[in-house]
Antibody, heavy 120, light 108 residues
Framework: QVQLVQSASEVKKPGSSVKISCTTS????????LNWLRQAPGQGPEWMGD????????NYAQRFQGRVSITADESTSTVYMELSSLRPDDTAVYFC?????????????WGQGTLVTVSS | EIVLTQSPGTLSLSPGERVTLSCRAS???????LAWYQQKPGQAPRLLIY???NRATGIPDRFSGSGSGTDFTLAISRLEPEDFAVYYC?????????FGQGTKVDMK
């Protein structure tokens, strides 16, 4: 059973940063790309970027370039997504998700989601 | 980036009815690199279809996908009570991977 376990909800002020974690099994960590997506209320999911954890190679959607950083910690099989310069419209549920298989970026396994609220 | 436009926005139907949902891409998706998801409130999306027409593991055969190029369809042959949800399409032809805005299927 593939599990992706995310950190708890966060409330942040505009202009600050948030760092969310996603912990999985060693097999998933070693063998698959892990993605970060977000979903604002009433909208479709939005892909932010991904990482090949064992190579620490991350790719980002251009609209988040410069504001997002995806990293991986092999010792704990955890990937992180940090988003900076937060704005109220960054309020969303953030998900991590595993590629279906190698180089197949559609998503069968998802974390439970982390609500990030940005408000002054 | 590739824009996916889903139609209609909302469908009001009864259990047992057949439904077809549309997803149109702003440019051709080579090799049919399109997936469909179902999402219920408070849950993560559930993968239904990949490669335009391949059912994911454990997905009932009342769900089917078709299409190529820029026009894709998800069909549900007979709606079950648990099928009332929001459905999204996603392209994985060209990064950034993008999703449609969703079609809500609700109970009449």
């Amino acid at each position: 059973q593939v599990q992706l376990v995310q950190s708890a909800s966060e409330v942040k002020k505009p202009g600050s940063s948030v760092k969310i974690s996603c912990t999985t099994s060693g097999e998933t960590f070693r063998s698959y790309s892990l993605n970060w997506l977000r979903q604002a209320p009433g909208q479709g999911p939005e892909w932010m970027g991904d990482i090949v954890p064992i190579f620490h190679m991350a790719n980002y959607a251009q609209r988040f370039q410069g504001r997002v950083s995806i990293t991986a910690d092999e010792s704990t099989s955890t990937v992180y997504m940090e988003l900076s310069s937060l704005r109220p419209d960054d309020t969303a549920v953030y998900f991590c998700a595993r590629d279906y298989t190698v180089k197949a970026p559609y998503f069968e396994y998802w974390g439970q989601g982390t609500l990030v609220t940005v408000s002054s | 980036e590739i824009v996916l436009t889903q139609s209609p926005g909302t469908l009001s139907l009864s259990p047992g009815e057949r439904v077809t949902l549309s997803c149109r891409a702003s440019q051709s998706l080579h090799s049919g690199y399109l997936a469909w998801y179902q999402q219920k409130p408070g849950q993560a999306p559930r993968l239904l279809i990949y490669g335009a027409s391949n059912r994911a593991t454990g997905i009932p055969d009342r769900f089917s996908g078709s299409g190529s190029g820029t026009d894709f369809t998800l069909a549900i042959s007979r709606l079950e009570p648990e099928d009332f949800a929001v459905y999204y399409c996603q392209q994985y032809d060209t990064p950034p991977w993008t999703f449609g805005q969703g079609t809500k299927v609700d109970m009449k």
